[in-house]
DNA sequence: GCACTGTATTATGTATACAGTATAAGTGAG
DNA sequence: CTCACTTATACTGTATACATAATACAGTGC
């Protein structure tokens, strides 16, 4: 029999709730918030809220400032840089520790979870599409059987989505993410390792430097606007 | 005037303990604690435990198995193939970030740690040996300001040490560690970025190698005693 | 007006109490 | 003796209360 679902603590309520929070950016860095805030806007009491905050800090998603309060961590040029890194090195060996063993059944999966993609991008829901992607990629890590590789990806995955959604979810962007998406897929259903492994590099840099220029692009936006409204 | 050093919270010296005696592999993997236990046995309350057995599963030191307490987590042959993977993958990214720019006086801070090193050889403190080689490591990650990276290799240095202290600081081997961390820096010293990086791969690997080795020897002997313990 | 000091507020760490629930222990019937 | 059912024990999650220390603030004296 399945497993009967837990019901979820209050911790982890508060966790995923702040995490989603963070994640989508709608939470802004600048503002500090505290454990005993936090507990009263949503009434419960503060032990819950600390370890939900302690573990998020620990993540690395927010930052304690002691005395201050907790805020939402921000990622610079550099730290991009060695996500990236470390996510090629990480998902270039997944793909080749699962390319031998992958079953015709786990490629369809994965099939569909692009055609998810697809569909969520067709209906302009970039949470859905960004929520597919890391799925997919986690995914090919759960099928690699590399557990601690995983453990790091996700750490990782959730410090790249700090840079923000606009920055990921670029017009045009997507529609390229799922076609290299699919060509990995099908690289991985001719058992052709190599391809495989050097179109996920190449997926992942072109990812990155779409997301750098995009970046300097809400930049260039905000400051121009930032000064338009000083006036 | 130097800045009075805060006094640790009870949270950080039971963790502090905690971790040493995981991570000293004084404390058996078999064995099962409670925070209840954990507190009743340190004279404080359940709070401040909590927490630390919280971050140390979290760091992977520890597993909790629900309504039963928690362990100590076992590294098998393929946690360490990954963790020596990445780990070679961030060092190697580390020595070639870090060759261009430094200084001759922090490169005699690196000897002078590999000095020490080779006295707690002669001592035969291996406690000290295992403790300077993280040092020596992570020092190298500082310089090369990589700060995402040293965060997960902090990480993966702690799942290594879980491999146990005899495993590690093989008779011989230690020698060799030594060698190898001077070869290391006589390449950064010469700022020759390949043999650097090419030298601090080996030098994982062969690491790696022996404690694979070792680890097999440990375990036949204890077999060995354990059968004949059972007759 | 400025600096210093004492006070108030607030963030945080820790202790304690309590409730819920899963496992283990114990009890009784077949 | 075994199985089912009840009871008890213990692990865990959460709330609450309190102590401590750091910051903000205000008032007083120069």
Do not use: C, W
């Not at 949503?42 to 032990?47: D, K, P, V």
């Not at 990622?75 to 080749?96: F, H, T």
């Not at 994965?110 to 599409?129: G, V």
Request: hydrophobic share 35%.
């Amino acid at each position: 029999m399945e497993p009967i679902a837990r019901r979820k603590t209050t911790k982890e309520i508060v966790y995923d709730q702040l995490k989603r929070s963070i994640l989508s950016g709608e939470l802004d860095p600048n503002q500090m918030m505290t454990e005993t805030s936090l507990a009263e806007s949503l009434h419960i009491s503060r032990t819950p809220v600390r370890e939900a905050v302690g573990d998020l800090t620990k993540e690395g998603l927010l930052i304690h400032i002691p005395r201050k309060g907790f805020k939402v961590r921000r990622i610079d040029e550099d730290d991009m840089e060695q996500i990236l890194y470390l996510r090629i090195s990480i998902e270039m060996r997944s793909v080749k520790m699962l390319i031998d063993h992958i079953t015709d059944e786990e490629l369809k999966k994965l099939d569909a979870l692009i055609d998810e993609q697809q569909i969520a991008i067709q209906n302009n829901d970039r949470i859905r599409y960004i929520e597919l992607d890391q799925i997919l990629h986690r995914h090919l890590l759960k099928l690699s059987n590399q557990n601690i590789l995983e453990q790091i990806l996700q750490e990782l995955y959730n410090l790249t989505r700090l840079i923000g959604h606009a920055a990921i979810s670029k017009e045009g962007r997507m529609e390229e993410v799922i076609q290299e998406h699919r060509e990995i897929v099908n690289a991985l259903r001719e058992r052709d390792e190599e391809k495989a492994a050097d179109l996920m590099r190449h997926h992942l840099l072109t990812t990155a430097s779409s997301v750098k220029k995009q970046r300097e692009q809400l930049k260039n936006n905000k400051e121009k606007s930032d000064s338009l409204g000083g006036l």
